[in-house]
DNA sequence: GGATGTCCCTAACGCGTTAAGGTGTCAAGC
DNA sequence: GCTTGACACCTTAACGCGTTAGGGACATCC
């Protein structure tokens, strides 16, 4: 029985939720599919292939939930569903989101699809086109970013840890920050700064001319 | 004659200059310096550690102009300001922005000075400490990944054949942006929508109490 | 002079990746 | 009906990579 492309997607998609991103390895991959490593070149140009492959398979289901805001003035509600689509779907898998960082948007076909969603919306909404691809790159980059940066917390303990060797405004910061909710928290305030500071730019521009 | 911490991270440097990070392998930084790679162990104690050193030694110049604004309400001058200096930091080396990329603040000193200057602005700008630092973090979570993006471009010539074979909404808006400066126009963009939103939220945040 | 500690070595692990080649399938040509 | 060749799919062997284990040389201090 050969394998093929979609075997070898599902199957790194289940090994990378049984033991995360750092132990997935071509050998192993090659191993579970009774292959040896090699023998993926012949499916994917390489593991980054791979893993934008995969990545694409994480973010397709949100697409069907993406669809054009009817009204083009609920822009920014669009926009912040949108951001939690995104989230939600990356955090699903460990490591999801350092799994769309970095992909190729010529392979990740699902996160190509949702950068062009976003300039249609935002071009709509009031930006020139060229601002609307400016703003939708921006607004993406900080939602798998920020995503990301959740994903690969350190342990609370070992920030407490440190917290307390250096006393810092930060540690102040971060000590009004326990709540168990805190990266939702976190993750929508980013958003809602850029939504209002997009919301800003279009009123300056359609003011300008 | 015995290596240390900073000869390895001078030299490094210049290796990076040269040839860019994918080639900076431990192997070759070591033969520069007349020793085997598993000697970088005692300095260093993994690749990652020695790379934060690096990106703390590209943005340690950055700091002297980074003190506080005089009058507090001058903040957004203050974070377009730090946003650019940052930027060019980056720039002035092959991937430099990579290099900070990831790298862990408890190494690179800089950037951790850098985000615990960003909190206090933002503090002193009207932003209670958490949002502060929600908002600082996604800022120069921004800075640094657009930067990245911008350094990592494919070349213009693989972009517009890429534009040709999908003509979407997408290649039409980057028909738009072929100006030299473009890069450096699309940065600020993106600055001037997190500060316009900043702008809006602390307004928002005054509004309430 | 033995103990301690600093600084480096060799050997080896699994990693992503490439080169070269082998096996099986299947259509074309005699 | 048999052979030839092309192609799909996989192999083994090897490269340099980051990293670790274990140990050796040399200085410094009691």
Redesign the pocket.
């Given at each position: 029985?050969?394998?093929?492309k979609d075997l070898v997607v599902r199957t790194a998609l289940r090994m990378l939720d049984r033991e995360g991103l750092e132990?997935?390895?071509?050998?192993?991959?090659?191993a579970e599919?009774?292959?040896?490593?090699?023998?993926?070149?012949?499916?994917?140009?390489?593991?980054?292939?791979?893993l934008d492959h995969m990545a694409d398979a994480v973010l397709t289901p949100a697409l069907p939930d993406l669809e054009d805001p009817g009204d083009a003035a609920r822009w920014p509600d669009w926009l912040a569903h949108t951001a939690d689509l995104i989230r939600s779907r990356l955090l699903a898998h460990p490591d999801g989101a350092q799994l769309a960082l970095g992909a190729d948007l010529t392979r990740a076909t699902a996160l190509l699809r949702i950068v062009e969603r976003t300039v249609e919306v935002l071009h709509h909404a009031g930006f020139g086109l060229a601002d609307a691809s400016r703003a939708a790159a921006s607004f993406l980059w900080f939602v798998v970013g920020r995503t990301v940066e959740e994903q690969t917390l350190p342990d609370p303990a070992s920030m407490r840890r440190q917290a307390r060797a250096n006393p810092s405004i930060l540690s102040r910061a971060m000590a009004e920050r326990t709540a168990p909710d805190d990266q939702d928290v976190s993750f929508r305030f980013g958003v809602r700064i850029m939504v209002a500071g997009m919301r800003a730019l279009i009123e300056e521009e359609r003011a300008v001319g």
């Open positions: 029985m050969a394998i093929d132990r997935l390895s071509l050998r192993r991959i090659a599919l009774d292959v040896k490593a090699p023998a993926l070149y012949w499916h994917f140009e390489s593991k980054r292939a791979l």
